[in-house]
């Protein structure tokens, strides 16, 4: 579980003072309007923090429901695309229109010559030809 916000500490400080006041209201009359505004500010306190770990929760499932449907979404897209590749085939320029790259065949340039490099060696005859053993 996670830890308590620090805040959350000093509103359970607000509201121990707060029921120590009401505790000792005879000795400290001059203090009642003030834990009366206490009472009120931290009862708003506490209902904001409640709505917004609501909001937090909405946002989360939303977040989820977002990613799910692009998951969705994406793959539909994907579906789509294969079938208009299939139908105009992988080079045709109106794949353009569908926001597809044509990937068909294209010349390719041909490949340079090697560098001109010493000259290998002559293969050696064998030995074992009769006629060139003579």
Same mark, same amino acid.
């Given at each position: 579980?996670a +830890?308590?916000p620090?805040?959350? @500490?000093? &509103? !359970?400080?607000?509201?121990? =003072?707060?029921? !120590?006041? /009401?505790?000792? &209201? *005879?000795?400290?009359?001059h203090? *009642?309007?003030?834990? $009366? %505004?206490?009472?009120?500010? =931290? %009862? ?6 409640? #709505? ?6 909405? @946002?989360q499932?939303?977040s #989820? *429901?977002? @990613? ?5 979404? +994406?793959?539909? /897209?994907d579906?789509? #695309?294969?079938?208009? #590749?299939q ?8 794949? /353009?229109e569908?926001?597809?790259k044509?990937?068909?065949r294209? $010349?390719?340039? !041909? @490949?340079?010559?090697?560098?001109p ?5 002559a293969?050696?005859?064998? /030995?074992?030809?009769? +006629? =060139? !053993?003579?």
């Amino acid at each position: 579980m996670a +830890e308590m916000p620090e805040y959350m @500490k000093r &509103v !359970a400080g607000w509201d121990l =003072t707060n029921t !120590a006041v /009401v505790a000792n &209201v *005879e000795d400290l009359r001059h203090l *009642e309007v003030y834990q $009366a %505004d206490l009472d009120q500010k =931290t %009862d708003r306190f506490k209902a904001l923090i409640a #709505r917004q770990a609501a909001q937090k929760a909405s @946002k989360q499932e939303t977040s #989820r *429901e977002i @990613k799910e449907l692009f998951r969705e979404t +994406e793959t539909l /897209v994907d579906y789509i #695309r294969t079938g208009v #590749r299939q139908h105009y085939g992988l080079n045709s320029q109106k794949l /353009v229109e569908f926001g597809i790259k044509p990937t068909g065949r294209h $010349a390719r340039a !041909a @490949k340079p010559a090697p560098p001109p490099g010493p000259e290998a060696p002559a293969p050696a005859e064998s /030995v074992s030809d009769p +006629e =060139t !053993a003579k």
